[in-house]
């Protein structure tokens, strides 16, 4: 009687923890990344360094990873994560910080971008081209005057750049909601329908024919909020449709910020770092959004908070590097982190 009691007892209490599973899988979004990252964001021991800079960019061509621009006239340099080792490749031709880089045809494209000192920086008025296998930078076609702006997102989809919101006036004023098109086969830019809401210091991300604008601000120095007018809302440009829409106040970033690094991991958008007036240091928040499932998941935490700089998926992994440590520009960080992702 005893062993059958306590066979029962094991069978109920199997039962139970069988639907307190089920409950839990049930309020999951289906393959959530959150529920399959198994260790956080570890610093990365390499062979050389970079070369510190903030209001850079960061992305992945050909198997290596690319670190461009920022405050000064800085080389392009170059990681290459099956030797875990750093080289110094060519600087631009002038000093370009605040933009997002996009890779077209085996080449990184700079549109968007600033030079010149806070608060009163300029927008650049051309296309530059970094060449990795030449390893030379060029001057790409003139962006209409009217158009210019920096701190801008930038996607690529169907042979077409698409330019999304930014500043006109450095951190002054004169953000803008702009949204236009350029067309590497024609050589032409097209002014598109206006986003939903104006804003810079962030980067866009391209998921399955539709381009998403998440997190930045409304730079505005001369109202003393240069940090303040952060953007909670998410808009989502439907390419098919030609149409733009935000989604509802559910779907909003859940950690409110600007300069933070995005990268695209299958569906999911992945939103790392950022600076805000809600504390000093940079965020080391990392946040993924589902688009597919339209929800938010926390993903662990940078080891060291920053902004200011891309973030990277290759290879089962996200890298970011570089960037500011406080809110600001600096201290400059020096480290490169790795997540693994399932």
């Known amino acids: 009687m005893e062993k ?39 610093r990365v021991d390499t062979t050389g360094k970079f ?14 990873l690319y670190l461009l621009g920022g405050r000064g006239i800085q080389p392009v340099d170059i990681y290459d994560p099956k030797t875990g080792s750093w080289s110094a490749g060519a600087a631009p031709p002038i000093e370009i910080h605040h933009f997002q880089a996009v890779v077209w045809q085996n080449r990184i494209y700079v549109v968007g971008a600033m030079t010149g000192r806070y608060p009163t920086e300029t927008p650049i008025g051309n296309i530059l081209i970094y060449d990795p296998s030449k390893d030379t930078w060029s001057a ?7 158009r210019r702006r920096g701190s801008a997102g ?3 989809h169907d042979g077409k750049l698409y330019l999304t919101a ?42 399955d024919g539709k381009l998403y604008a998440i997190g930045g601000r409304r730079s505005s120095f001369v109202t003393n909020q240069t940090f303040d007018l952060t953007i909670p809302e998410v808009d989502v440009f439907d390419f098919a449709k030609n149409k733009w829409s935000t989604l509802p106040s559910t779907d ?91």
Not at 51 to 64: D, I, Q, T
Not at 140 to 146: K, L, M, R, W
Request: charge should be negative; proline fraction near 5%.
């Open 140 to 146: 790409g076609d003139a962006i209409p005057p009217a």
């Open 166 to 207: 930014g500043i006109k006036n450095g951190h002054t004023d004169g953000w803008v909601n702009w949204f236009d098109s350029y067309d590497f086969a024609t050589m032409r830019w097209t002014q598109l329908p206006d986003a939903p809401h104006a804003r810079d210091h962030f980067e866009a991300a391209g998921v």
């Open 252 to 342: 909003n970033l859940p950690t409110q910020r600007a300069g933070a690094g995005v990268a695209v991991v299958g569906r999911n958008i992945i939103v790392v770092g950022g600076e805000s007036v809600k504390h000093l240091q940079g965020h080391s928040e990392v946040e993924a959004f589902d688009t597919t499932s339209q929800k938010w998941q926390e993903l662990p935490h940078l080891s060291e908070g920053r902004h200011g700089t891309g973030t990277v998926y290759i290879d089962g992994s996200l890298y970011t590097c570089a960037g500011a440590g406080n809110r600001g520009g600096s201290p400059l960080v020096t480290s490169l982190e790795r997540l693994r992702l399932p």
């Open 51 to 64: 070369h510190s800079r903030e209001e850079a960019s960061f992305v992945s061509c050909g198997g290596r």
């Open 4 to 42: 059958q009691a306590k066979a029962i007892l094991g069978q109920i209490g199997a039962v139970s923890l069988l639907i307190v599973a089920m409950l839990i899988s049930a309020s999951v979004p289906s393959g959530a990344l959150a529920q399959k990252v198994s260790a956080g964001w570890q």
């Open 154 to 156: 930038v996607v690529i």
